[in-house]
């Protein structure tokens, strides 16, 4: 049972991880990008803990405490997090207002299309005759 | 410790940059935001040769922050491996500034011009940052300080009527690099966990107490499969074509040379200086994992180059085969095939920033990448092409030039280990090499032109950094000295004791 928190991370991950690779929808991948990351934060968290320690306060009477450093460090991913999260999001915007869709899977039918149109044109140069002069 | 500049060498590295970022913001002018970065950059690559001189000289450096002992504050631990990998960092992004003020003028709007220096400095200072410290966290943090402005950077390749894709692109970045980061923090959580300490010195003295227990597994793969991603190991390349091929020029030009390097390096880092050569190779052994991943990158990556109808993508796919060629050079294991793949390293930044820069010299010209705008240019841009070809030549192995040397150090090293078919499989893949750069050298030379652009060489701003690049393509052939011999002290230092 001691272990039990720790499946919670790997279920949230695996929550997280599943959502950007199952949704099509780009925000929905971006919230599952915060769901994978907020488990990591919990793993952080879960090991600075100590079992019977208290909150790390200079104080007298205080021996036993949990561990001050994994809070820190997360504080730091958090904000990471935010950061990346944020930028994601200006990026989904901006590309609804290019694309107007957020869907991958019609992002990729697009992509696609202006591809096969640019590779015909390029085709084009291949198939035409090699020359030894310049016009 | 002493009092004087000198011994703040190791954090004004990394800082400098980091600074002139929010002072290039602060101009909001394009020229004077450009000037910042260029004077920034070139400071950076100065204290670069003045820590590799100084680290050649009495060994390694070790800088605590604030004068905090190591195991509680963060602690900078400059080496022979990354004193050499700053150097080639700070030259690339000093190299390329001017060659971008040109091309960035050209392919975005006013707007966005400043934006895009301040966005370079922060990726500089990220992968400075990531290359300096000694502190397994701090990679992290500085490892997201340049993700995240390169998402920008590429990101910017949509500004003034450019491909939208980039935006795509951009985001599909952003969220395999962030899974990437995040498996890195996990990784080293454990590591953590296990060890109470987090900077790397500590750890490699403490992990061999632990390293018979899950924990420590699962810190190795998740270090692994992370650092692998941001490296574009195949098969977690699928990032870098895209992001390559739409983000600007100068963009490309700058990570082509150095982003997936340096995560090479922070693999190589914890494969070797924090999990230790045992460790990894002879208790885990990564490299047969590694191995077969590096051939068929070689052989994916090529093939792939092959058939592609945009220069850029072309040359993005192309990355993808080299880096396998690196790893290929990691995974033989021993201290002749990690300084192989040091020297690849470096040299694979020669020349594929060569390669960039002429194909954004012609998008400058003709308007874009694509064979449809190459095609017949060669004779109109007799410099650009002239480079092109001889980063072409370097990309095969041509003796005479860099790329033969890598190849040579590769096929020598691996000759002990894997014997004669790896030997042939590297000539062969070289063919396959030689064939995507013919495609681009006959498109440019033996086709006629489609377009209705002036046919002109490219600006001088943009020509000068380019074949300053080349001659160092050819220089480092003959006077490999510098290089080699560099890359194989570090590997020599680095498997200390290993056999």
Same mark, same amino acid.
């Given at each position: 049972?001691?272990?039990? /928190?720790?499946? #919670?991370?790997?279920?949230?991950?695996? $929550?997280?991880?599943? @959502?950007?690779?199952?949704?099509?929808? &780009? +925000?929905?991948?971006?919230?599952?990008?915060?769901?994978?990351?907020?488990?990591?934060?919990?793993?952080?968290?879960?090991?600075?803990?100590?079992?019977?320690?208290?909150?790390?306060?200079?104080?007298?009477?205080?021996?036993?405490?949990?561990?001050?450093? /994994?809070?820190? #460090?997360?504080?730091?991913?958090?904000? $990471?997090?935010?950061? @990346?999260?944020?930028?994601?999001?200006? &990026? +989904?915007?901006?590309?609804?207002?290019?694309?107007?869709?957020?869907?991958?899977?019609?992002?990729?039918?697009?992509?696609?299309?202006?591809?096969?149109?640019?590779?015909?044109?390029?085709?084009?140069?291949?198939?035409?005759?090699?020359?030894?002069?310049?016009? | 410790?002493?009092?004087?500049?000198?011994?703040?060498?190791?954090?004004?590295?990394?800082?400098?940059?980091?600074?002139?970022?929010?002072?290039?913001?602060?101009?909001?002018?394009?020229?004077?935001?450009?000037?910042?970065?260029?004077?920034?950059?070139?400071?950076?690559?100065?204290?670069?040769?003045?820590?590799?001189?100084?680290?050649?000289?009495?060994?390694?450096?070790?800088?605590?922050?604030?004068?905090?002992?190591?195991?509680?504050?963060?602690?900078?631990?400059?080496?022979?491996?990354?004193?050499?990998?700053?150097?080639?960092?700070?030259?690339?992004?000093?190299?390329?500034?001017?060659?971008?003020?040109?091309?960035?003028?050209?392919?975005?709007?006013?707007?966005?011009?400043?934006?895009?220096?301040?966005?370079?400095?922060?990726?500089?200072?990220?992968?400075?940052?990531?290359?300096?410290?000694?502190?397994?966290?701090?990679?992290?943090?500085?490892?997201?300080?340049?993700?995240?402005?390169?998402?920008?950077?590429?990101?910017?390749?949509?500004?003034?009527?450019?491909?939208?894709?980039?935006?795509?692109?951009?985001?599909?970045?952003?969220?395999?690099?962030?899974?990437?980061?995040?498996?890195?923090?996990?990784?080293?959580?454990?590591?953590?966990?296990?060890?109470?300490?987090?900077?790397?010195?500590?750890?490699?003295?403490?992990?061999?107490?632990?390293?018979?227990?899950?924990?420590?597994?699962?810190?190795?793969?998740?270090?692994?499969?992370?650092?692998?991603?941001?490296?574009?190991?195949?098969?977690?390349?699928?990032?870098?074509?895209?992001?390559?091929?739409?983000?600007?020029?100068?963009?490309?030009?700058?990570?082509?040379?150095?982003?997936?390097?340096?995560?090479?390096?922070?693999?190589?880092?914890?494969?070797?200086?924090?999990?230790?050569?045992?460790?990894?190779?002879?208790?885990?052994?990564?490299?047969?994992?590694?191995?077969?991943?590096?051939?068929?990158?070689?052989?994916?990556?090529?093939?792939?180059?092959?058939?592609?109808?945009?220069?850029?993508?072309?040359?993005?796919?192309?990355?993808?085969?080299?880096?396998?060629?690196?790893?290929?050079?990691?995974?033989?294991?021993?201290?002749?095939?990690?300084?192989?793949?040091?020297?690849?390293?470096?040299?694979?930044?020669?020349?594929?920033?060569?390669?960039?820069?002429?194909?954004?010299?012609?998008?400058?010209?003709?308007?874009?990448?694509?064979?449809?705008?190459?095609?017949?240019?060669?004779?109109?841009?007799?410099?650009?092409?002239?480079?092109?070809?001889?980063?072409?030549?370097?990309?095969?192995?041509?003796?005479?030039?860099?790329?033969?040397?890598?190849?040579?150090?590769?096929?020598?090293?691996?000759?002990?280990?894997?014997?004669?078919?790896?030997?042939?499989?590297?000539?062969?893949?070289?063919?396959?090499?030689?064939?995507?750069?013919?495609?681009?050298?006959?498109?440019?030379?033996?086709?006629?032109?489609?377009?209705?652009?002036?046919?002109?060489?490219?600006?001088?701003?943009?020509?000068?950094?380019?074949?300053?690049?080349?001659?160092?393509?050819?220089?480092?052939?003959?006077?490999?000295?510098?290089?080699?011999?560099?890359?194989?002290?570090?590997?020599?230092?680095?498997?200390?004791?290993?056999?």
């Amino acid at each position: 049972m001691q272990h039990a /928190p720790y499946w #919670l991370v790997v279920v949230l991950l695996m $929550v997280g991880f599943y @959502t950007m690779i199952a949704s099509a929808n &780009l +925000v929905k991948r971006l919230i599952g990008l915060g769901v994978f990351q907020v488990a990591v934060f919990f793993l952080y968290i879960l090991l600075a803990k100590v079992r019977g320690g208290t909150a790390p306060i200079l104080e007298e009477g205080i021996a036993l405490y949990s561990n001050p450093l /994994p809070h820190v #460090l997360i504080l730091t991913a958090i904000v $990471v997090s935010v950061a @990346t999260t944020a930028l994601g999001l200006a &990026l +989904v915007v901006r590309i609804y207002h290019a694309y107007g869709s957020m869907d991958e899977d019609e992002l990729v039918q697009h992509d696609n299309e202006v591809e096969s149109a640019l590779a015909a044109r390029d085709a084009r140069v291949l198939q035409a005759p090699r020359k030894a002069e310049s016009s | 410790m002493e009092f004087g500049w000198g011994a703040h060498l190791p954090i004004l590295q990394v800082i400098v940059v980091l600074l002139a970022a929010p002072l290039a913001f602060l101009t909001r002018r394009v020229r004077a935001a450009w000037l910042i970065a260029f004077i920034a950059s070139a400071i950076a690559l100065w204290i670069a040769s003045r820590l590799l001189i100084q680290v050649q000289q009495d060994g390694v450096i070790v800088y605590q922050l604030g004068g905090w002992a190591a195991p509680m504050g963060i602690g900078y631990h400059i080496d022979l491996l990354n004193a050499f990998m700053l150097v080639l960092v700070s030259a690339i992004s000093t190299i390329a500034l001017p060659y971008s003020l040109r091309s960035i003028e050209n392919e975005l709007s006013a707007h966005s011009q400043p934006l895009f220096y301040v966005y370079w400095l922060l990726c500089v200072a990220g992968l400075l940052g990531i290359l300096a410290t000694g502190d397994a966290f701090n990679v992290f943090v500085f490892l997201e300080i340049s993700a995240l402005s390169t998402y920008a950077l590429i990101a910017l390749g949509s500004d003034r009527g450019g491909d939208r894709r980039a935006l795509h692109a951009s985001l599909r970045y952003l969220l395999l690099g962030s899974i990437g980061a995040t498996f890195i923090v996990i990784g080293i959580g454990l590591l953590y966990m296990m060890t109470g300490t987090l900077n790397m010195m500590d750890l490699a003295a403490r992990l061999p107490a632990v390293e018979d227990t899950r924990t420590v597994h699962a810190a190795f793969a998740f270090l692994v499969i992370g650092t692998g991603l941001k490296a574009a190991m195949f098969p977690l390349h699928t990032w870098l074509p895209d992001a390559y091929t739409h983000a600007p020029s100068a963009t490309s030009v700058l990570l082509a040379g150095t982003s997936t390097k340096v995560a090479i390096y922070v693999m190589l880092r914890f494969l070797i200086s924090v999990f230790g050569f045992e460790f990894s190779f002879i208790g885990i052994h990564v490299e047969l994992w590694l191995l077969p991943l590096a051939v068929l990158a070689i052989l994916y990556g090529s093939l792939c180059a092959v058939y592609q109808m945009d220069a850029k993508r072309l040359l993005a796919y192309s990355s993808v085969a080299q880096v396998g060629y690196i790893f290929l050079a990691i995974s033989i294991g021993s201290a002749a095939g990690i300084a192989a793949g040091l020297i690849h390293m470096f040299n694979h930044a020669l020349m594929k920033a060569v390669l960039f820069m002429a194909i954004g010299a012609v998008v400058y010209r003709a308007g874009g990448s694509r064979l449809f705008h190459i095609a017949g240019f060669g004779r109109a841009m007799p410099w650009t092409f002239g480079a092109l070809l001889l980063g072409g030549m370097s990309l095969v192995g041509v003796p005479f030039t860099v790329g033969f040397i890598s190849k040579w150090y590769l096929v020598t090293s691996s000759l002990d280990t894997y014997g004669l078919a790896l030997v042939v499989f590297v000539l062969a893949s070289s063919l396959l090499a030689a064939l995507y750069v013919w495609r681009l050298v006959d498109v440019a030379w033996f086709r006629p032109v489609m377009h209705e652009r002036e046919l002109q060489e490219a600006p001088l701003s943009m020509l000068l950094p380019m074949w300053v690049l080349v001659l160092a393509n050819v220089y480092f052939a003959f006077d490999s000295d510098l290089t080699v011999g560099i890359a194989q002290r570090t590997a020599a230092v680095l498997l200390g004791g290993a056999p």
